[in-house]
């Protein structure tokens, strides 16, 4: 599996559940992120964990990272038919700047196709 | 404040034609980034251009495919001789500075097609 895999690949919901989706990574990373990406448009920055933090919240998102087991879950509470997007983890890959780390050169899962059905 | 734009947002071209790809950073952004996404695939990434300069390219096929940013005007993704395989969308990504959590802001992207 390549870094920065997502799972399911699609998952189809009601309005109003929650999605969970998950992603797993191999290397050993400085920041995780998450994009969403509507149909035939560019990749929004939903949201960025670093290595040293376990949950980061946005508004009805919630990220966690577990750095044991190289792996990532976003979680969408109370979802809306406008969620409905293809979401992407990616992960900052080494060497690392000086800086503390290079955010450039992301590697990106094939993304998780969320359908929320009103 | 106008967002990364990127044109044109469809492109066909025949087999052996040249594609120019074009990238408009966000205004101040000085920092530019080329991906690529195949069908069924996630974003990897292409080159990483500040002006005038060339950082990293090591995402880049060795052959055919070229990038830039000059002084004046936007960044472009050159693709000469272009074959099936090019068949992709393109995207372009900016930030402000780099650094670890430096966010990227991407375009809405070029989807090449190659006939």
């Known amino acids: 599996s390549q870094q920065g895999e997502e799972d399911p690949q699609a998952l189809s919901i009601q309005e109003g559940e929650n999605a969970t989706m998950n992603c797993s990574y191999k290397?050993?990373?400085?920041?995780l992120q998450w994009y969403r990406q509507n149909s035939g448009r560019g990749l929004v920055h939903l949201i960025l964990i670093r290595s040293n933090e376990r949950e980061k919240h946005s508004g009805r998102l919630r990220v966690t990272l577990d750095t044991s087991k190289k792996s990532s879950s976003l979680l969408i509470t109370a979802s809306r038919a406008a969620d409905t997007a293809s979401y992407f983890c990616a992960t900052d890959a080494p060497p690392y700047s000086n800086s503390g780390g290079s955010n450039y050169k992301l590697t990106f899962g094939k993304g998780t196709l969320l359908t929320v059905n009103p | 404040n106008a967002g990364v734009m990127q044109n044109p947002r469809h492109l066909v071209r025949r087999r052996g034609q040249e594609a120019r790809l074009r990238c408009s950073p966000m205004k101040g952004h000085s920092h530019v980034y080329w991906y690529r996404q195949l069908p069924e695939e996630g974003l990897k990434f292409m080159v990483y251009?500040?002006?005038?300069?060339?950082?990293?390219e090591s995402g880049m096929p060795k052959e055919r495919f070229s990038a830039e940013f000059p002084k004046e005007g936007p960044s472009i993704l050159r693709i000469q001789q272009v074959v099936r395989g090019d068949s992709a969308a393109y995207f372009c990504a900016s930030s402000l500075r780099q650094g670890a959590d430096e966010k990227l802001f991407f375009g809405s992207g070029t989807q090449l097609s190659v006939l």
């Open positions: 290397t050993s990373i400085n920041n």
């Open positions: 251009l500040q002006k005038e300069n060339i950082i990293d």
